[in-house]
């Protein structure tokens, strides 16, 4: 049985059926990315001014990106060429080309997903931000590149109901305590739970064992209502227990896992808790930038940022340095006899600003200055990495941030607002379709001799093909160049 | 080629068969045939699943304060239940959501698309497989991992999804997020096995689209297309258009949960008392969007395969042509362009302005046009028929008044005023289930009966095709027509104790004078003080029906797989005396289908032309005079049988 | 197309010509988004900006679909089927916005502020 237009188009439409079945998945691709387009229009033109998050826009905010994101659009359009020229060697009948090209194709591929690593991988671990209570936000960097509260635990409470509690895993590896069961089943036997694997095949033991008495108190409950008891014992299994270790054991919680925490206890949010004595949890934070967007312009020089950074040279140089940016606005609206806009004030001149802690802030004074100022201009970003090259000696400076004050915290990954989310989001989805893309060419490329030998023109229309799904990856990474870096 | 020659068949099978071990022929299978059936099999399953979930929860409807029967013991399920036997919110809401999950996405489009589609399309239009063959089994197998995954779902510890079908954000973002690993939970995996699916019906979708385009026969010109062909291509167009944008959204809220993003999230969102930890700044209209965007099409995902296999089967049984062929074509590509710009109509009560909730009242007035003109040419194509009421006839004709009554209801709905009042209460469920259960699934049921003798060789039993037929229209409309009324009075849709807390607070309102109902009441004359609590029970109508709709599909499931075996064999490859194309293929098709390179010669529907011997001229007759007389089958099947 | 007797350094030298063109829109969208001169209006991405940025990008998504994904070599089957994709995602980006440009909570706060500014003028 043969498939007919395999190879050759058919008369009426003039496709053979791979390409009319790219051409239909490339809709529904449109379709994929309009989505998100329109997800990405949506969320934008949502936002409320001085409630929401602001959109993150410009040379100032992504620095060194921009380059990496224009590098990236030329490497995608250099790799399209190099399918289509491929495409034409087979049509020629030039094997040696036809890899040639191939391989400069992949190679461009190879190259895309490395400087999206490099770009994934500083904004993941070396961009870090805390928006505190009055909406103040700090960017930065944590002090040991995690977040925890510091917790010394005495005892831990689990409900044998759901799934293994998630208070084992904030203990750091090796140092499992002895714990021995105090209240709940195995109490009277004084059972020992010397590792987290025992822990785990105690609790589902447990659970199961729970889980079976509750069915058998149900079906006694059930019968005694059927048979029409006055007052039947209603049901109790209980089903906590309580694990109380030997001595104090360190537990560094993962505050997104934690619901509630005081100086004596830390309720995880599947319910299991431990007590014992709070070492401490604040935030050691290295601050880079003050952004203060959300925080109306009367009340920024109260605002608790300040007080939480609790340096006064900081402080001067922030608004020293603001008032240098609204100059800048005052010189393009003035002349034309406009007001400058509310949204102006708060959205876009605060947006990032560097202060310097300590010591080195009198000695550095000057310069910064300088460089302030000269922000203020739109200016080549050259300069972004020398400065960032800047920060890493000067902001050796820690500061605790006490966790009551924060509001919201993370890295510059997809929680941290709606355009990193996007972000994130679109471009992992496209470097997906490059992956994909890529697999698919080199399989072309590698194993395409036999087909080649047999029916060159069955490979030339594969090459097309194929082409066609890369060239649409080069085309959405057209739109998404300036839509998430420039604009 | 004579079409009716069984004996050269069993021959040429001979020579066709290749000898394939048992899992590549029936298990990994490319065969267009052999995929069609595991779709069929599985979704038939997943059919059932979903009927059982419903009739757990009409139980918690009807008899809100008495434990569940027979289910209370199993181990797995009083987890879920409260002390003394009853349903609890919880399961209400896994089932509630699991239900309509199950049945949409596992049951009833993969029957109707997957199924039928995959078996017929490509025998309608003369083409040896599929455009993809291994794409095609790769579609299936996506299916079947996802379904699994949405049963697998049940026995987390979090239980399946709980959010609804639709899965609002920002509910669903934030159901069940306090379990430690937040992937292994039922909402996560919900969007995960729906990732999977939409992956399987756009890979389905490109494989039809090409199929019909570039596969079709010598002579199969578009206006030659049987109308299944028609719709399975617009079917095919829905999803491949639709299906994305959810597809995003469910990416979207699966980032929501597991990444931690907000793009569902508004900045200040509290649950359970305590701040959502999140930046914010998200839409959960958006969501709603994004997959009503899908969701609209997907409604005529669900009947259009189901409305051309009924016309299929009228013109066949009626031995006339299809009344109004091209208009049927035209207007079927119309509903389908107009089924992407009308979604917003599902949102009325979101809060839209006028502008644009006037736009989408009428871009959905207006899609009722085409639908009228496709039941209305069914129905005049049945007038003046010497009608042959078979089986397959009967859910046919049944189709047309249960999706008129489906689609008129809607109307009410079109329009926002009446649809604030209506919105979210039992009146929608019965809309839409007049459309896709009496609707569509008898379509199917009737598909299933017509396209038997094809599969197997053997005719199903007539008698237990009535014994299937006659309750199962009698409990849908038991079902589904006093849904109307309780909606109209106001029950909403989600009260899993069946309206107690209504049924309280409605007795209150009558019961004190002076208030302003019971004064409308009283003036109106119309509904009397104890009117809410007779609406009450209706839903022990409403679920005794259900119940005994469920006892009366066991003569199907018999009749489905004892026919197999002791069924009547057909004494020639067209039993029903048709003219499309797949009926000229050998009994069961091998792989490859035809024999020969087929051709088609004519129209779709020549029954009963003019001046032919024979009532019907086949597509693949070049010259009628050949046909053979009425071959037995066709002949029992003139008398109305039992 | 004619297989053997096809001119293909012909269609080399398109393709290096659009490759040039790509290269040189790219380099104005970088531009358009950083240099004073081309960045329009007041600092900061502004509808003119939105309005240049968005056609440039458009010009070179169809370069790349003219001529380096053939479509200038296609007939109708396929021009028919982009046209309902983009018509649909069109439609996709524009109704959602719409109908969250025009929430009923609008009419009512201006409904209200009338309301106000007549008492105001009682």
Not at chain 1, 234 to 262: D, G, M, Y
Not at chain 1, 458 to 473: D, K, M, S, T, Y
Request: with cysteine.
């Amino acid at each position: 049985m043969e498939i007919p237009h395999e190879v050759t188009p058919r008369r009426d439409t003039g496709l053979y059926n791979a390409k009319l079945g790219v051409w239909l998945f490339l809709a529904s691709e449109v379709m994929l990315f309009g989505g998100l387009f329109s997800a990405y229009i949506f969320l934008r033109v949502g936002i409320q001014d001085g409630v929401d998050n602001p959109w993150p826009w410009g040379l100032n905010v992504h620095k060194d990106f921009v380059w990496l994101g224009f590098i990236n659009t030329l490497v995608l359009i250099a790799s399209s060429v190099g399918v289509v020229f491929a495409w034409v060697a087979l049509k020629e009948r030039n094997w040696k080309l036809y890899q040639v090209y191939m391989y400069a194709v992949i190679g461009c591929a190879v190259i895309f997903m490395c400087l999206k690593g490099i770009e994934y991988n500083s904004k993941l671990n070396h961009h870090f931000g805390i928006k505190l209570k009055d909406n103040s936000v700090m960017e930065g960097e944590l002090v040991n590149k995690t977040d925890r509260i510091r917790f010394e635990g005495a005892t831990a409470s689990v409900s044998l109901q759901g799934a293994v509690p998630v208070f084992i895993k904030s203990i750091p590896k090796g140092e499992f305590p002895i714990f021995k069961v105090t209240e709940g089943p195995g109490s009277e036997e004084g059972v020992e739970i010397h590792s987290d694997s025992e822990l785990k095949a105690w609790f589902h033991k447990e659970r199961r064992a729970i889980s079976a008495k509750l069915t058998e108190e149900r079906k006694r409950y059930r019968a005694e209502l059927a048979s029409g008891v006055a007052n039947p014992t209603p049901v109790s299994v209980s089903s906590s227990a309580k694990l109380t270790s030997s001595e104090p054991f360190v537990l560094n919680a993962n505050p997104r896992k934690v619901v509630l925490h005081s100086d004596s206890v830390v309720n995880f949010k599947d319910g299991s808790k431990v007590e014992g004595k709070l070492i401490s949890d604040d935030v050691e934070f290295i601050v880079h930038e003050v952004d203060l967007q959300l925080v109306l312009p009367q009340k920024q020089r109260e605002s608790i940022v300040w007080d939480v950074i609790n340096d006064e040279g900081a402080k001067q140089q922030f608004f020293e340095q603001q008032d240098a940016e609204y100059r800048h606005l005052r010189e393009y609206y003035e002349p034309r006899g406009e007001v400058i806009p509310e949204k102006m004030l708060r959205g876009h001149i605060l947006n990032l600003h560097d202060v310097h802690l300590g010591g080195h802030h009198g000695d550095d004074h000057g310069d910064d200055h300088h460089d302030a100022v000269h922000k203020s201009e739109p200016k080549p970003s050259a300069e972004g990495a020398h400065e960032e090259a800047a920060h890493e000696h000067e902001d050796d400076h820690s500061i605790s941030v006490p966790r009551d004050q924060i509001k919201f915290m993370g890295n510059h990954g997809p929680r941290y607002g709606n355009y990193y989310a996007i972000y994130f989001t679109m471009t992992a989805l496209h470097g997906l379709h490059v992956i994909g893309g890529a697999l698919v060419l080199l399989f072309f490329t590698v194993f395409g001799k036999k087909l080649y030998l047999k029916n060159p023109e069955h490979l030339a229309n594969r090459i097309e093909v194929g082409g066609l799904f890369w060239h649409f990856v080069d085309l959405i990474w057209i739109f998404l160049f300036p839509l998430m870096y420039l604009l | 080629m004579s079409a009716a020659t069984a004996e050269t068949h069993d021959q040429a099978q001979e020579e066709h068969h290749h000898v394939e071990p048992f899992w590549k022929k029936y298990i990994f299978s490319t065969d267009h045939k052999t995929i069609g059936i595991q779709y069929g099999f599985t979704s038939l399953v997943f059919l059932a699943f979903g009927f059982f979930l419903m009739m757990v929860m009409r139980w918690s409807i009807a008899y809100p304060d008495r434990a569940v029967p027979l289910l209370a013991d199993w181990p797995w399920f009083q987890a879920w239940l409260d002390d003394s036997g009853k349903v609890t919110g919880d399961l209400y809401n896994m089932f509630g959501a699991m239900h309509g999950t199950i049945m949409v996405f596992l049951g009833i489009v993969p029957l109707a698309f997957g199924a039928f589609g995959n078996y017929v399309t490509p025998l309608q239009i003369g083409a040896p497989d599929m455009a993809f063959p291994r794409l095609n089994m790769a579609s299936y197998w996506l299916y079947l991992l996802g379904g699994v995954l949405m049963f697998v779902s049940f026995f987390l510890p979090s239980g399946a999804a709980k959010a609804g079908w639709t899965n609002y954000s920002p509910l669903a973002t934030t159901t069940d997020i306090h379990y430690g690993d937040l992937f292994w939970t039922g909402q996560t995996q919900w969007l995960v096995a729906m990732a999977l699916l939409i992956t399987s019906s756009l890979l389905g979708a490109v494989n039809f689209i090409c199929t019909i385009i570039n596969l079709r026969c010598r002579g199969m010109s578009w206006m030659r297309l049987p109308f299944f062909v028609w719709a399975m291509l617009v079917t095919g167009f829905l999803l491949l258009l639709a299906f994305p944008p959810l597809e995003v959204a469910a990416i979207m809220q699966l980032m929501d949960r597991m990444a931690g993003t907000s793009f569902f999230v508004p900045t200040g969102l509290n649950v359970s008392g305590m701040s959502f930890d999140a930046a914010g700044g998200g839409s959960p209209l958006l969501y709603q969007h994004l997959f009503w965007f899908l969701a609209h099409p997907e409604v005529y995902v669900l009947i259009l395969p189901a409305l051309a296999i009924v016309a299929e089967i009228i013109p066949c049984n009626t031995r006339k042509p299809l009344w109004g062929y091209k208009t049927m074509v035209y207007a079927v590509m119309v509903l389908g362009f107009l089924a992407f710009i009308v979604w917003a109509h599902h949102m009325y009560i979101t809060g839209m302005g006028p502008a644009i909730s006037t736009f989408f009242q009428t871009t959905t007035v207006l899609i009722s046009v085409p639908s009228v003109i496709l039941i209305t040419s069914l129905l005049i194509s049945m007038w003046g028929g010497s009608i042959r009421f078979n089986v397959p006839m009967l859910f046919a004709t049944a189709f047309i008044p249960m999706f008129g009554i489906g689609g008129l209801t809607g109307l009410p709905l079109a329009f926002s005023l009446p649809d604030l009042h209506l919105h979210d209460t039992y009146y929608v469920i019965a809309h839409f289930h007049y459309v896709v259960a009496p609707g569509t699934i008898f379509g199917l049921f009737a598909g299933i009966y017509h396209w038997y003798p094809k599969l197997t060789g053997r005719m199903m039993s007539t008698r237990l095709g009535h014994l299937h037929f006659w309750p199962s229209l009698l409990f849908m409309n038991g079902i589904f027509a006093p849904m109307f009324i309780q909606g109209m009075a106001g029950f909403h849709r989600r009260a899993f104790d069946g309206g107690k807390a209504y049924e309280q607070i409605s007795t209150q309102i009558f019961a004190e004078p002076n208030t302003f109902l019971a004064n409308i009441a009283e003036i109106l004359n119309v509904i009397e003080p104890d009117a809410a609590l007779r609406m009450i029970d209706l839903n022990i109508v409403t679920s005794g029906s259900a119940w005994l709709l469920a006892v009366f599909q066991v003569p199907f499931i018999i009749n489905l797989f004892i026919s197999k075996f002791v069924g009547k064999k057909v004494s020639s490859d067209n039993p029903w005396d048709a003219t499309t194309l797949e009926w000229a293929t050998p009994t069961p098709p091998p792989h490859g289908n035809f024999l020969s390179e087929p051709v088609a010669y004519r129209g779709p529907y020549e029954y009963s032309v003019p001046g032919e011997a024979s009532d019907f001229c086949p597509q693949f007759e070049d010259d009628p005079s050949k046909i053979p007389a009425k071959s037995e089958a066709g002949k029992e099947g003139d008398k109305p049988a039992v | 197309m004619a297989e053997s007797t096809h001119d293909w350094g012909k269609h080399k030298k398109s393709y290096l010509i659009v490759f040039g063109a790509l290269c040189f829109c790219t380099c104005l969208t970088l531009a358009l988004g950083i240099f004073a001169p081309f960045d329009l209006g007041p600092p900061g991405p502004t509808p003119a900006d939105f309005v240049i940025g968005l056609a440039v990008a458009c010009f070179k998504a169809s370069l790349v679909g003219l001529i380096f994904m053939h479509l200038n070599h296609e007939r109708g089957l396929i021009y028919k089927l982009l046209v309902f994709t983009f018509l649909f995602s069109l439609g996709l980006m524009a109704l959602t916005l719409f109908a969250g440009a025009d929430p009923i909570l609008e009419q009512y706060d201006t409904l209200e502020s009338t309301k106000g500014k007549l008492m105001e003028k009682l």
